[in-house]
């Protein structure tokens, strides 16, 4: 849809909210930001798409979704205010996010670290098991329906094609939800519990380390072929600890009697991959505020020495080696200061960095030592002879 078409389009007003600007399209309708007038407050409302109006079946799955999710007052879920029609048409009226769908979030330029990814991968399993425990499943867990606001908080959105546990809505044999992430008991149109969400969040997790859909994302026989009978490409030793990989592995499981039971059981073992991952992190973080302290003591040394070499320049050149340690490094270089909050990754390559910084500030102060010892000792005689050198050395 074009920019001109979308405004063409447009509504002035839906029920009694004044509608502001077109955000998106979905699958079963346009959603808007809007003014709650008699509130005032903003909004983002979703109008059924005038294609649908008429279906019955669609216009109560519409409905499901707000009564579904009506129910789920949570942090991680998306908050509905109200419900209505306007022209025949129904209408959800929801909490206006600002920030990013998930598959957005990780294009941006500011790339996530892996523990910012660990800690929205508990967030999704916070959100869906509160559903769950509500007797909600979601059945099309994906990146475009995971929202992470400008505060770090994600929200599970879209709830259109969830299912009560009492409904009989959407029955076994129909086939819903996106194909990339959807679980293999769903792929085959059969009974579906919590642990197909399982198995979508799962696949998501794969795709904020990958960068890629699990199964692929192309040729829907193929998709779904996949789904159903392979793994996914392993994930690399730098993509992934290998604790990691085998949570993913688990919550990818073809059978779900082998899967995580709910996503809280997921959401332990992600937490524990966060905990020891932290730990590590953390003694990365001192072992780097341990070597960038031996180099500033390595720079005096040098200092100390070229001085009594009488270097003329030593004081700059070692002022200068301290100067740029602090600009590199600030959060090592002042023993002083509360260690610098990062992930592992960037604490292994904080420490490499100063291991090199360390083997060239040796490598310097050996250069002075080696300098110093050379100027102790005499120079060779020449033109004299052993025994005339040794002779005159006795008569002293």
Not at 56 to 68: H, I, K, T
Not at 158 to 171: E, K
Not at 249 to 265: F, H, I, Q, V
Request: with cysteine.
């Amino acid at each position: 849809m074009t920019p001109t078409s979308q405004t063409a389009d447009r509504p002035d007003r839906i029920g009694r909210y004044r509608v502001v600007e077109w955000i998106g399209k979905g699958s079963m309708g346009t959603v808007y930001s809007a003014i709650d007038e008699q509130l005032g407050r903003p909004v983002a409302v979703k109008l059924m798409l005038p294609d649908f109006e008429d279906d019955p079946e669609l216009r109560e799955r519409f409905y499901s979704e707000a009564r579904v999710t009506a129910q789920l007052a949570h942090p991680n879920i998306v908050t509905l205010f109200d419900l209505g029609e306007h022209d025949n048409r129904p209408f959800i009226v929801m909490e206006l996010l600002e920030g990013f769908p998930l598959n957005e979030y990780l294009r941006t330029d500011a790339v996530p670290s892996l523990d910012t990814k660990l800690d929205l991968m508990l967030q999704v399993c916070d959100g869906l098991q509160h559903a769950h425990r509500a007797g909600v499943i979601h059945r099309d867990v994906k990146p475009s329906n995971l929202f992470v606001t400008r505060d770090g908080t994600l929200k599970v959105l879209d709830f259109g094609i969830a299912r009560l546990s009492s409904s009989n809505l959407t029955a076994a044999g129909v086939l819903l939800g996106t194909p990339e992430y959807m679980s293999p008991e769903q792929a085959r149109g059969q009974t579906m519990d919590a642990r197909t969400d399982v198995f979508s969040a799962a696949g998501v997790f794969y795709f904020m380390i990958a960068g890629r859909a699990p199964f692929g994302s192309r040729d829907l026989r193929k998709v779904l072929h996949a789904i159903i009978t392979e793994d996914p490409p392993a994930l690399t030793d730098d993509q992934a600890p290998e604790a990691l990989r085998q949570v993913l592995a688990r919550g990818l499981a073809k059978n779900p009697g082998e899967r995580y039971p709910d996503c809280a059981d997921l959401r332990v073992g992600i937490d524990r991959v966060r905990r020891a991952l932290a730990v590590t992190t953390s003694r990365a973080v001192q072992a780097a505020r341990d070597r960038c302290e031996q180099i500033l003591v390595l720079i005096e040394e040098r200092r100390a020495l070229g001085r009594s070499l009488g270097i003329a320049d030593i004081d700059a050149s070692c002022n200068d080696a301290a100067v740029r340690l602090q600009v590199r490094f600030p959060g090592f270089a002042d023993p002083s200061a509360a260690p610098p909050v990062m992930d592992g990754a960037a604490a292994k390559a904080a420490l490499q960095a100063l291991q090199s910084r360390y083997n060239a500030e040796q490598a310097s102060l050996a250069s002075l030592q080696q300098r110093a010892i050379d100027q102790t000792i005499p120079p060779p005689a020449h033109r004299r002879g052993f025994w005339r050198g040794l002779l005159k050395a006795r008569g002293n």
